[in-house]
């Protein structure tokens, strides 16, 4: 999705600028380090969701699907094309 339809589909939620600013530095951010993650070699899928859980274990104390079920989150799929 392109930056300019994902603010615009953020703000019609309601989000406040402040707070879509803060996300996309976030993707930019993931974005980055899912690049280093690539060039040192470590295989998408597996891998990275266990990189992602002890990051995630990091900061909240709390596991990715812990973390999810606190929040009620669901895995969003999205699609290409």
């Given amino acids: 999705m392109g930056i300019d339809r ?3 589909t953020y703000y019609k939620k309601g ?3 402040e707070w879509i600013n803060q996300r996309l530095k976030s993707i ?6 899912t ?4 060039k040192q070699g470590i295989k998408q ?3 990275y969701a266990l990189l992602t859980d002890i990051i995630t274990k990091g900061w909240s104390g709390l ?3 812990m973390y ?3 929040k009620k989150l669901k895995r969003k799929i999205f699609e290409t094309t």
Avoid at 28 to 33: A, M, P, Q, S
Avoid at 35 to 38: H, S
């Fill in 63 to 65: 596991t990715v699907k």
């Fill in 28 to 33: 930019e951010v993931r974005k980055e380090l």
């Fill in 45 to 47: 899928g597996q891998e």
């Fill in 6 to 8: 994902l603010m615009e």
């Fill in 35 to 38: 690049d280093e993650w690539d």
């Fill in 15 to 17: 989000y406040s600028k």
């Fill in 68 to 70: 999810k079920n606190l």
